[in-house]
């Protein structure tokens, strides 16, 4: 079955410094991995996937991910947070079958001015 | 195009009433996906079509709640009774199964059971 484990239920970072999101996954075969951004009542947002080829995928607003087959470990990174980051982040992971997505329990960024 | 398209977006009835949850996927999406988040539980797959077809319905919590997909433009969620525990946000998604697996998500339906 896949999952996927985000580790930190809240990330701090003040504006202007990098950040990063942790997550790992767990799947048979290989992964189609995908980061999300909530913003307060609004829907999930897709930011960016991994499907094959280049291990570093760059996507909306900046944001990047690095995947690490060794590792099982799919981080988003941003060189440089904004305020406007601040929003709720889940990873997801589903395998190359036609099957939903699994989400992680997703992490609060708080990016302090 | 418009992205996918919930109604209503904010529902408040009281306990025992029916509810009925409303989606419009993206045109030419052939998978939707029916989510429900809580802050104690996180983001839940309650249902999910492919083809306008349910294929996995495990997620769904009780036999009060149901989903149908009568087409490819439209998808209900009701809740029947509905009770002060089924009060959450509810999202549809869709998605295309071919080289662009992600799913897009609708803005959400507030639902609060009193």
């Known amino acids: 079955a896949q999952s996927v484990a985000q580790p930190e239920d809240q990330v701090n970072v003040a504006e202007g410094n990098p950040l990063t999101v942790k997550c790992t996954y767990s799947?048979?075969?290989?992964?189609?991995l995908f980061w999300y951004v909530q913003y307060p009542n609004r829907g999930l947002q897709f930011l960016l996937k991994?499907?094959?080829?280049?291990?570093l995928v760059k996507g909306s607003y900046g944001f990047e991910a690095e995947f690490n087959k060794s590792q099982t470990s799919f981080h988003l990174k941003k060189p440089s947070a904004l305020v406007s980051d601040s929003a709720l982040y889940f990873c997801?992971?589903?395998?190359?079958?036609?099957?939903?997505?699994?989400f992680g329990k997703g992490t609060r960024l708080s990016v302090i001015a | 195009d418009a992205g996918v398209i919930q109604s209503p977006r904010h529902e408040v009835t009281e306990m025992g009433q029916e509810v009925t949850l409303r989606c419009k996927p993206i045109s030419g999406h052939n998978s939707l996906f029916w989510y429900r988040q809580t802050m104690m539980r996180g983001l839940e797959l309650l249902i999910y079509f492919n083809n306008n077809v349910p294929i996995d319905d495990s997620g769904m919590p009780e036999d009060r709640f149901s989903a149908k997909m009568p087409n490819a433009s439209f998808s209900t969620l009701k809740i029947q009774p509905s009770e002060p525990r089924d009060s959450a946000v509810y999202f549809c998604?869709?998605?295309?199964?071919?080289?662009?697996?992600?799913?897009?998500f609708g803005p959400g339906t507030r639902l609060t059971v009193l």
């Open positions: 991994y499907i094959t080829g280049d291990n």
């Open positions: 997801a992971v589903r395998d190359m079958g036609n099957t939903p997505l699994v």
């Open positions: 998604a869709s998605s295309f199964a071919g080289a662009n697996p992600e799913q897009f």
């Open positions: 799947v048979s075969g290989n992964p189609y």
